[in-house]
Structures are given as structure tokens and as C-alpha cells.
């Protein structure tokens, strides 16, 4: 039977963040410390903190439970673990921003860079012969299921709603995004690498 | 059958006509026994006389070192390579490895390098000085084996007729350094270097050419002042 390598850094990632994400929770008052907030702009740290903050103990574990889903498929998709981590990174700090800047609401959770997760895993869906802008509709057509039900349903909360797939949207189109970079990166390595025999 | 030409005088004749295409053959014998000088004459050859785009890939000698040294049997490297049919990469292996480690690559990535340049150059006719070198590169028998035959398959389809020289230790019979080599190669030509008193006489052998027929007597050869020669007629055993 042919051994299956899996990558352990995948399981260490989740374990880390589970723990970060836990003390930031127990962290007194964390909501109101470490989330991207219109009244504190000044205090640009935020902009690093508000990934690891939640608002409560359902929003904690549906993100833990994402994550480790996450983490799942990236193993499956032969993720590379370095532009995995970093495209998780880079998206919880930045992929938010645009739609911050235009519309400033207070910001937490690990959702957006999950998101960018979901964008980063749809074009790599291909080798497994699936059709990748089915992909990316489905995911697109999931993200804003939420302020589709509360405007039919008449309930209250649509603007909220609608702002918050926004930003999982921007997490999403991030993700994507990274993918089409990273790929390029890869290109630019392996040639690097493949420039040893004519530099020596 | 079409054979091509080695271009090496009296090898020919051995080799019932020259070397089959797209065929990787390994040349093995001891230090100073001219291994380097054949597999140049045959790249150098195929570049001047034949037409044939060619590849030395150096894991030895520095360019410059070998360019210097191949000028003494008369090869202008530095004038074929101007003309665009022969090109000549790598260096020391201790040049090679600081650049590997540099850019994280590895031996993959060298075979994916001469690929690369095969491809790109319409190559036909490659040289790899020396194969033992190469899989240094690599701890275990398994790795070893593995990357000479990605190295050796890719060449081969890419229809490139291929020279893997390698290092066999003094008085020994081996046919290789690690003994893998010769099993993932289509052919085997061993030098030797016998005592005879107080010298030793060279002498070569085509030990295994698959799909060809070839000499299968140990035949004398000479490093000249043009390079190397074989005497195709001669012996290096009396018959008693």
C-alpha cells in the first residue's frame, strides 16, 4: 500500500491558532482590545489583532471548526504549507481594508482569512476535473445566502448581514487572488532554482 | 539502422558504426583514464561535424579549466559555443552545491535544469561529467537510482544520445562507482588501465550496448595530441 505523506505543519498551524485564538478570547475585554473599531483608529494595532479576536464562544468554535476544515482540504489539495500561511495571514490583515476604508464597521474573527482560504483552494479544485467557476459561484452564491434569508424572511439585520458576507467576500476574492500571485511566485522559485549549471 | 557517428577515431569501428540515438550510454574507468577527453570528442564532434546541437555538463572541472585543457587537443570550445551548437554548463561540484543551497534547489532541479536547456537548444548529444558526482548529491541507494533514471528517461525522450561518465575505482572490475548506474543505462563502455611493468597500457571495452551489435574485445587506445584514439584491430591480450 502506498504511504501517504501528510504534512504535519498543517496540524501544528491549527494547533496554534486554536491556542492564540483561545487566550485572546479569555483575554478580559478582548472585543473591545483587539477588534477593528471605527472609534479607535489610532490605534493601528488593531489592524494585526482583530483576526484573533471573537465575539463569543459560537463564533469562536464555528471558526476553530472552519479552520480544522480548512486545514483538512489544504492536505487533500496538496497545499503548499508556506503560501497556505501566508496567504492566512496576509488576508486576516489586509483583505478586510477596502470595504473598511468605504464603510467603517467593527471588524473581528478569523472568518475573512478563512475565507481567503476558500479563494485560494477553488482554482486548485481543477485536478480533481471539477469546474472552477461552478466553484467559485457556489462559494459566492454560500457567502451571501445569509442576507438573501434575512431579506426574504423580512427579518432585521440585512445591512448587517450584507456588510459581513462583504468582507467574507473580500476574504474570498483575496484568496483567489493569492492563488494567481503565489502561482507566479512558485514559476519565479523553481526557475531560480533551475539556474544552478549555467551560474556556476 | 541508423546509427550515429562518435566522430572518435577507431571507436566507430568498435561500435560496428556508432552509437544508437536517444540512448544513454555509460562510461566508466578509473582517474586519468581519458574519460572526460572521449565524452568531449563526442559532444565536440556531434557540434562541429555532425550538426548536432550539444551539451557537456561539467560537475568536475571549472568551463574555463576545461576549455583550456580541451584546447590542447585542438577543440575550440570557446569558438563552438559562439557558433551556437555547443554549450557547455556546470563547474565544481563545490560551486554547484553553494548555488544549490542558495536557492534551495536540489537534484530534481538540476535534471529539470538540463531539460530545461535540452529543449530550449534542440539538444541532441549530452554529456554529464561526471554522473558520481551527481548522486553524491543524494544519501540513499533508492534517491540514487531514482534520480539517474528520471535523468536517463528524460533524455532518452527527449531523443538526446547521452555519455554518463563515472568513476570506478583502480584495479577493480566494477563497471561503476555505485554499482546502480550500468542497469539504468542502455550501454556500458569501461576504460581500463593495465600495468605492464612499469606503465600502464589503456584499454577499452564496449561491455553492453542494447539493440546494437558492437566489438566485444578489449582494445588499445592512446590520449593524443588530438585527443583520444582506438585502435579498433588491436588487442590488449595476446592469444597463448
Same mark, same amino acid.
Given at each position: ?25 479569555? +483575554?478580559?475585554g478582548?472585543?473591545n482590545?483587539?477588534s ?8 493601528f ?11 463569543d ?10 479552520? $480544522? ?13 508556506? =503560501?497556505?500561511?501566508?496567504?492566512? +495571514?496576509?488576508?486576516?490583515l ?6 473598511w ?6 471588524a473581528? $474573527? ?12 477553488s482554482?486548485?479544485?481543477?485536478? =480533481? ?8 459561484i ?5 457567502? +451571501? ?19 459581513q ?5 473580500s476574504?474570498?476574492?483575496?484568496g ?25 | 539502422?541508423?546509427?550515429?557517428p ?15 540515438? @536517444? ?10 583514464? @581519458? ?6 570528442q ?7 561535424h ?11 572541472e ?33 560551486? *554547484? ?20 536547456? *535540452? ?25 540514487k537510482?531514482?534520480?539517474l ?5 528524460m ?12 568513476e570506478?575505482? %583502480?584495479?577493480t ?5 555505485? @554499482? *546502480? ?6 550501454g ?5 588501465? *593495465? ?13 553492453k550496448?542494447r ?22 584491430t %588491436? ?6
Amino acid at each position: 500500500m502506498k504511504k501517504i505523506k501528510i504534512d504535519w505543519r498543517f496540524g501544528v498551524f491549527i494547533l496554534v491558532m486554536v491556542v492564540i485564538y483561545l487566550v485572546v478570547f479569555l +483575554f478580559p475585554g478582548s472585543q473591545n482590545e483587539f477588534s477593528l473599531d471605527p472609534s479607535a483608529k489610532e490605534e493601528f494595532w488593531r489592524f494585526g489583532t482583530y483576526q484573533f479576536a471573537h465575539l463569543d464562544w459560537s463564533h469562536l468554535i464555528q471558526n476553530i471548526v472552519t479552520l $480544522g476544515l480548512v486545514s483538512f482540504i489544504a492536505v487533500e489539495l496538496k497545499t503548499r504549507f508556506k =503560501f497556505f500561511s501566508i496567504n492566512y +495571514f496576509l488576508a486576516g490583515l489586509v483583505a478586510v481594508l477596502p470595504l473598511w476604508i468605504i464603510s467603517p464597521f467593527v471588524a473581528l $474573527g478569523a472568518s475573512v482569512a478563512i475565507y481567503s482560504c476558500f479563494g485560494y483552494f477553488s482554482p486548485k479544485t481543477k485536478q =480533481f476535473k471539477l469546474k472552477v467557476w461552478l466553484i467559485i459561484i457556489g462559494i459566492k452564491v454560500f457567502i +451571501f445566502l445569509k442576507p438573501i434569508l434575512t431579506l426574504i424572511s423580512g427579518a432585521e439585520g440585512f445591512g448587517f448581514a450584507l456588510k459581513q458576507s462583504l468582507a467574507h467576500l473580500s476574504g474570498f476574492v483575496f484568496g483567489l487572488l493569492g492563488f494567481y500571485m503565489f502561482k507566479e511566485v512558485d514559476k519565479f522559485l523553481t526557475k531560480r532554482k533551475q539556474y544552478v549549471l549555467r551560474r556556476a | 539502422m541508423i546509427k550515429i557517428p562518435t566522430g572518435i577515431e577507431g571507436m566507430d569501428m568498435m561500435l560496428k558504426g556508432g552509437l544508437l540515438p @536517444g540512448r544513454n550510454i555509460l562510461l566508466s574507468g578509473p582517474a586519468g583514464s @581519458g574519460k572526460s577527453t572521449i565524452a568531449m570528442q563526442f559532444v565536440y564532434n556531434g557540434a562541429q561535424h555532425y550538426g548536432e546541437p550539444s551539451l557537456y555538463v561539467t560537475l568536475e572541472e571549472s568551463k574555463e579549466k576545461l576549455i583550456e585543457d580541451m584546447g590542447k587537443f585542438g577543440f575550440d570550445l570557446k569558438k563552438a559555443s559562439a557558433m551556437g551548437k555547443f554549450h557547455i554548463v556546470g563547474g565544481p561540484m563545490a560551486k *554547484v552545491t553553494h548555488f544549490m543551497q542558495k536557492v534551495d534547489a536540489d537534484v530534481l532541479n538540476l535534471i529539470g535544469e538540463i531539460e530545461e536547456i *535540452v529543449k530550449s537548444e534542440g539538444i541532441k548529444r549530452v554529456v554529464i561529467d561526471s554522473i558520481n558526482l551527481l548522486t553524491m548529491l543524494m544519501k540513499t541507494e533508492r534517491e540514487k537510482r531514482e534520480a539517474l533514471a528520471a535523468l536517463a528517461n528524460m533524455l532518452s525522450s527527449l531523443g538526446c544520445t547521452t555519455i554518463l561518465t563515472s568513476e570506478t575505482e %583502480e584495479g577493480t572490475m566494477k563497471l561503476s562507482r555505485y @554499482g *546502480v548506474e550500468e542497469f539504468i543505462v542502455d550501454g556500458v563502455v569501461v576504460l581500463y588501465l *593495465v600495468r605492464q611493468g612499469s606503465r600502464f597500457v589503456p584499454g577499452i571495452v564496449v561491455r553492453k550496448m542494447r539493440g546494437s551489435n558492437h566489438d566485444k574485445e578489449i582494445r588499445v587506445y592512446k590520449i593524443t595530441d588530438k585527443g583520444v584514439v582506438v585502435y579498433p584491430t %588491436e588487442t590488449m591480450f595476446g592469444k597463448i
